[in-house]
């Protein structure tokens, strides 16, 4: 019997929104000491943007740890110009059909990458419980991480299903632990080859998914 939904953030329930171009946004990098000129300098770049950000409690906290784990000359000089960019240019917003699963009547929680302090004004708390690795202290895919909201809401994997865009990150960990799972494909891109991994393309079709189920 299903007792609990649990839901990815980005791309599942909501996006980013960047005010700048990507060339201002690179350029600005650059003034501040960060290089992305090379293939494997923005790899490194991106790989400790998304370690450091749920961990982190504000964008000050992660501009910090960010520019040191870069190794940014003079970093605690440059932590709040490198913070207060961040707060003024970037944000996130819910996709329209997030009202489609508000009412669904099982326990929801959301278990995310993302920092709290960056999608809390999103007001969660009215239909479903926020786990970011603040909390879980794992990131996905490590099925820890998963085990955190199970534990907390008294379920069993078998009692559970989780709806993330990413088959690596959100699916397949999920899978494994026993619960049950739909990708969210919002730009029907992916290709799945396993045909146990229902695929939707908005959470509005999640109902005749969970029925089945």
Same mark, same amino acid.
């Given at each position: %019997? @299903?007792?609990?939904? @649990?839901?990815?953030?980005?791309?599942?329930?909501?996006?980013?929104? &960047?005010?700048?171009?990507?060339?201002?946004?690179?350029?600005?990098?650059?003034?501040?000491?960060?290089?992305?000129?090379? #293939?494997?300098?923005?790899?490194?770049?991106?790989?400790?943007?998304?370690?450091?950000?749920?961990?982190?409690?504000?964008? %000050?906290?992660?501009?910090?740890?960010?520019?040191?784990?870069?190794?940014?000359?003079?970093?605690?000089?440059?932590?709040?110009? +490198?913070?207060?960019?961040?707060?003024?240019?970037?944000?996130?917003?819910?996709?329209?059909?997030?009202?489609?699963?508000?009412?669904?009547?099982?326990?929801?929680?959301?278990?995310?990458?993302?920092?709290?302090?960056?999608? $809390?004004? +999103?007001?969660?708390?009215?239909?479903?419980?926020?786990?970011?690795?603040? $909390?879980? =202290?794992?990131?996905?895919?490590?099925? /820890?991480?998963?085990?955190? #909201?199970?534990?907390?809401?008294?379920?069993?994997?078998?009692?559970?299903?989780?709806?993330?865009?990413?088959?690596?990150?959100?699916?397949? #960990?999920?899978? $494994? +632990?026993?619960?049950?799972?739909?990708?969210?494909?919002?730009?029907?891109?992916? /290709?799945?080859?396993?045909?146990?991994?229902?695929?939707? &393309?908005?959470?509005? $079709? +999640? =109902?005749?998914?969970?029925?089945?189920?």
């Amino acid at each position: %019997m @299903l007792k609990l939904i @649990l839901f990815d953030f980005h791309k599942t329930l909501g996006f980013d929104i &960047c005010k700048i171009s990507r060339e201002e946004l690179f350029s600005f990098y650059q003034n501040l000491g960060i290089d992305l000129s090379k #293939p494997e300098k923005l790899k490194e770049f991106s790989k400790a943007f998304g370690r450091l950000i749920g961990y982190s409690r504000s964008w %000050m906290d992660f501009s910090q740890k960010f520019l040191k784990e870069l190794k940014i000359s003079n970093f605690k000089e440059k932590t709040k110009t +490198l913070a207060d960019f961040y707060q003024k240019n970037f944000s996130y917003q819910l996709y329209d059909d997030v009202k489609e699963v508000i009412d669904l009547p099982f326990k929801k929680g959301i278990l995310t990458a993302q920092a709290r302090f960056l999608i $809390e004004h +999103l007001h969660f708390e009215k239909w479903a419980e926020l786990f970011t690795p603040l $909390e879980t =202290k794992f990131l996905k895919p490590d099925p /820890r991480a998963f085990l955190v #909201p199970l534990k907390k809401f008294k379920v069993k994997p078998e009692e559970a299903f989780m709806v993330g865009d990413e088959l690596e990150r959100d699916i397949k #960990p999920a899978k $494994e +632990l026993g619960m049950g799972v739909a990708l969210i494909d919002r730009e029907n891109s992916v /290709r799945v080859e396993d045909t146990s991994i229902p695929k939707i &393309c908005s959470l509005g $079709e +999640l =109902k005749s998914i969970l029925r089945a189920y």
